[in-house]
């Protein structure tokens, strides 16, 4: 059974910085094109697509809003990607989930869309106060 297990939500200041993790299971990032994104949910707003990674050969995306403070990466032989998020900012606050697809080489594209992931995680919060 894939299982995807995000952590490392938590409170912190205006320009404080977390790292979140997604620990995958049931399957191996190095025996597939496995793509790796986060995702957040603000109360009363859209989720919004916020990075996501190749584990197979590191392509990654961000988004506008998060470009230049948060770095995405992955350590296949842990089965883990982690999301590093700098100079947080109380806009940042949001329930956190990740997401996994494997294959996503068939697609054609980069990065996928939020509705090509078959796998999620449950929610990690993080709260940024100003």
């Known amino acids: 059974e894939v299982q995807l297990q995000a952590s490392g939500g938590g409170l912190v200041q205006t320009g404080g910085s977390l790292r979140l993790s997604c620990a995958a299971s049931?399957?191996?990032?190095?025996?597939?094109?496995?793509?790796i994104g986060w995702f957040r949910q603000a109360p009363g707003k859209e989720r919004e697509g916020v990075s996501c990674i190749s584990t197979s050969d590191g392509s990654t995306y961000y988004s506008y809003s998060v470009k230049g403070r948060f770095t995405i990466s992955s350590d296949n032989a842990k089965n883990t990607v982690y999301l590093q998020m700098n100079s947080l900012k109380p806009e940042d606050t949001a329930v956190y989930y990740c997401?996994?697809?494997?294959?996503?080489?068939?697609?054609?594209?980069?990065?996928?869309?939020?509705?090509?992931?078959?796998?999620w995680g449950q929610g990690t919060l993080v709260t940024v106060s100003s």
């Open positions: 997401a996994g697809i494997k294959g996503w080489v068939e697609l054609g594209y980069w990065p996928p869309n939020v509705n090509e992931y078959d796998y």
């Open positions: 049931g399957f191996t990032f190095d025996d597939y094109d496995v793509a």
